[in-house]
């Protein structure tokens, strides 16, 4: 059974960090592509980084620079580093995978996923 869950988020001023965490279980990060995606209230949700099997990453361009995915396939553990936090960066932020050795040319598509975490909220304020 897959099971994904996040944790991490919390409340900070605007210039902060933040390190989220996804712990998965019942697929291996070695043949899936990870992600992580955000939904603010009255939005839709959005692909905010990912990374592939292969360790290969993509950014959303709001978030280039700010923020860093990585992933600890030993401790099948997803990982989400943000810096300078923006007010704009509130959301309820998921981690999600794709099925197994799945390939897509949109892994920041929403979309393309099969597997999604409860959520774990962000609010930063200025």
């Known amino acids: 059974q897959v099971q994904l869950v996040e944790s991490g988020g919390g409340s900070v001023q605007a210039g902060d960090s933040l390190t989220l965490s996804c712990v998965f279980s019942?697929?291996?990060?070695?043949?899936?592509?990870l992600g992580w995606f955000r939904q603010a209230p009255g939005e839709e949700r959005e692909g905010v980084a990912a990374i592939d099997s292969d360790g290969s990453t993509s950014y959303a361009d709001s978030v280039k620079g700010r923020f860093t995915i990585s992933k600890d396939n030993a401790k099948n553990t997803l990982y989400l580093q943000m810096n300078s936090l923006k007010p704009e960066d509130t959301a309820m932020y998921y981690c999600?995978?794709?099925?197994?050795?799945?390939?897509?040319?949109?892994?920041?598509?929403?979309?393309?996923?099969?597997?999604w975490g409860q959520g774990t909220q962000v609010t930063v304020s200025s």
């Open positions: 999600a995978a794709l099925s197994p050795w799945v390939v897509t040319a949109t892994p920041l598509s929403p979309n393309e996923y099969n597997y």
């Open positions: 019942g697929f291996t990060a070695r043949r899936n592509c």
